[in-house]
């Protein structure tokens, strides 16, 4: 590893050294002009008067100044012209050393010629010469100067982690991404034992490319790299290389890659690498900017001439769709490693390894939170337990229980608990029967997550809601598809077979079920009115941004008016069902109305066992094992709805996962 230079004499910026270079200017100007706290200037004709008056021992001529003394002390002082001698001076104003003598007056006269010629040459180039010498400063730091000069633009910010600042973090500290770590660990490997590799014509990666959704750890793995490698690790963020001066990104990298040959074999990590890597040509202005200037210079860096280099290049990025083509050809990045969200086994291994050094209660079952945090990242569930560290601090307990993580896990996924609000009898009435339709349908239907929790308490902007258990699916049917519509419109149905009216607690129950009707139609070709079709395309340009990207369709009119038939006839259809599983169980949904008007909360066990009384009825014809249905809409009878009343809060049926960030 290259040591790094240990300048004790800390640097003098170069702001100072301009300042103090005018200071010194004009303080020779003033001392050599006699500007310094004396008298003020005379005329000669005033100055000879003075000394006519026998107030003056002393006259000193210097060059073209005059100045009369006494007892040591200037009392005047004038000037002649430059063109007159000091002898046609004297004789104009009737002075000679015969006159002087007489009056006891000293004349001394100062050869001062060559300090004059020199001030005056001083005087003339110093300017010129002071700024040559800042600008020659100025572009030798640009091209080699510190990072924190002034001019230091063309220097790159990337920190070489030594012994001393590597991080404690290594691959034991990676849980849930496994098939990642054991790529990158191939990494570490070779650069520790490359005669194992050369031996049979292995070549080593020249680029590391890590993808994945925000928080699943990219990040991290970069960090335990770092910690085992061994070798000098360079970090820099994509954002650091571009500057408004222009060449500085270019210039930056070229002195990233100087020094990481100069120290090689070593590693350099280039984080969110989208934001100087997107491709090129694709932006609204087009052309030849500084972002691509400095990206020109990264491949070449990567994959030029000077292929010989024992460098290797880790990015990580959660946005691969916009990086440009030649980025990830090999020979540039030549491995890709994929750092999805965790598997239930990942969420496991994952909080315990945050739950390490935390005083985990004995009635804490990882695997239970490891199983209803389906679709949480890696950022995710270390939040959860330290939102769960932060319940029990508060509670002054000793130990994370069960209710700290529970609570924990409901103020993330669906928000604080309101507990200064006081709901009313009737908006509690509402709310129960809205919750207890998406619980009550969503346990007769073959293909929804059973119930893990049902509510009426308000937390964030839900007042109430149904906490599924959600199960690990690499794929979902149509089947699976219909019965989450279905489950998202049994609050309103309930509403409107128990109450007689509907409110906007649905308002977000409808965007779900609306937005999961037009993915099964338009992307997933569950229609069999519009066929295998896929309708729209990318939602978003990405090169376009989201106000340009939005809006645009590759379909006509008359596709677009079928699509949304097709999309109100499943959203109409599943209604009917969940009126109908609702009718045919009309005693279960007020016998759980009532609980919940009792205990306001219920958890699974509670509510399956009010569920029990007689066996499902789902509204579909349904095998013994529940794997196959079919769609029964059953009759119902049109029930008027009253007058909207006010809602301050919204309702929400399923609580999806927070996004990553």
Request: charged share 25%; aromatic share 8%.
């Amino acid at each position: 590893m290259d040591e790094q230079p240990n300048n004790s004499r800390p640097s003098i910026p170069t702001w100072v050294w301009i300042l103090g270079v005018f200071a010194i200017i004009l303080a020779l100007q003033l001392f050599l002009s006699g500007r310094f706290n004396g008298p003020e200037q005379s005329s000669l004709q005033e100055f000879f008067g003075i000394v006519a008056s026998g107030d003056v021992d002393t006259i000193v001529v210097s060059g073209d100044k005059f100045e009369a003394q006494k007892d040591g002390e200037t009392v005047a002082v004038s000037y002649k012209s430059p063109d007159d001698s000091l002898t046609d001076t004297l004789a104009y104003y009737n002075v000679s050393n015969e006159s002087l003598a007489d009056q006891n007056v000293t004349l001394i006269v100062r050869d001062t010629s060559t300090w004059n010629s020199l001030f005056s040459l001083a005087l003339a180039l110093g300017p010129v010469l002071l700024l040559i010498w800042i600008f020659s400063r100025g572009f030798r730091q640009m091209q080699g100067g510190g990072s924190n000069s002034i001019f230091g633009f063309g220097r790159s910010k990337a920190k070489n982690l030594n012994d001393g600042d590597r991080p404690t973090v290594t691959f034991d500290d990676v849980a849930g991404v496994e098939e990642a770590k054991m790529e990158l660990q191939e990494v570490v490997q070779f650069l520790r034992e490359p005669e194992k590799f050369v031996q049979v014509g292995a070549r080593i990666p020249k680029g590391v490319l890590m993808v994945g959704p925000p928080g699943t750890g990219k990040t991290l793995l970069a960090r335990a790299i770092a910690g085992e490698a061994g070798v000098p690790f360079f970090h820099i963020s994509g954002s650091e290389f571009v500057e408004m001066f222009v060449g500085v990104g270019a210039s930056r990298v070229r002195d990233l890659f100087d020094k990481a040959k100069a120290a090689a074999p070593s590693i350099v990590f280039v984080d969110e690498i989208d934001a100087v890597g997107r491709q090129r040509g694709a932006g609204m202005g087009g052309g030849n900017d500084e972002r691509e200037q400095t990206l020109n210079q990264i491949l070449v860096e990567m994959d030029g001439f000077d292929n010989e280099t024992n460098v290797i290049v880790m990015a990580a990025t959660n946005r691969a769709d916009v990086l440009d083509p030649a980025l990830l050809r090999p020979g540039r990045f030549d491995r890709k490693v994929f750092v999805d969200l965790p598997d239930l086994n990942g969420r496991e291994a994952i909080l315990k390894v945050h739950a390490r050094g935390k005083p985990i209660g004995k009635d804490v079952d990882l695997v239970d939170y490891a199983r209803l945090t389906a679709g949480f990242s890696g950022a995710d569930l270390e939040n959860l337990l330290n939102e769960a560290a932060i319940f029990a601090a508060r509670r002054d307990k000793k130990t994370i229980n069960t209710s700290e993580f529970q609570d924990a896990f409901d103020r993330i996924a669906i928000g604080p608990e309101k507990k200064s609000r006081v709901m009313s009898e009737e908006d509690k009435e509402t709310v129960a029967y809205h919750e207890a339709g998406h619980a009550t349908v969503s346990y007769h239907l073959a293909y929804t997550d059973p119930v893990q929790k049902i509510t009426i308490v308000p937390r964030g902007r839900a007042g109430g809601y149904v906490l599924p258990l959600p199960e690990d699916r690499m794929v979902d049917s149509r089947e699976h598809f219909e019965d989450r519509i279905c489950m998202a419109l049994a609050g309103r149905a309930s509403e409107e077979i128990f109450l007689g009216r509907i409110t906007s607690g649905a308002s977000s129950d409808l965007q779900q079920a609306t937005r999961i009707a037009k993915v099964m139609v338009m992307k997933l070709g569950m229609s069999d009115k519009l066929g295998l079709s896929i309708y729209g395309g990318d939602e978003v340009n990405p090169f376009l941004g989201r106000m340009y990207g939005l809006g645009s369709r590759d379909y006509s009119e008359e596709a677009a008016r079928e699509i949304d038939e097709e999309v109100k006839r499943i959203l109409e259809d599943n209604y009917q069902r969940a009126l109908t599983i609702i009718r045919n169980n009309s005693d279960k949904v007020e016998r759980l109305v009532e609980a919940l008007r009792e205990r306001e909360t219920l958890a699974r066990e509670a509510f399956e066992e009010l569920m029990q009384d007689a066996p499902p009825d789902n509204g579909m014809n349904s095998s013994d094992n529940g794997a196959e249905a079919k769609n029964v809409v059953g009759e119902a009878e049109p029930v008027e709805a009253d007058e909207l009343p006010a809602a301050d809060e919204e309702v929400t049926a399923v609580p999806e996962p927070p996004p990553s960030d």
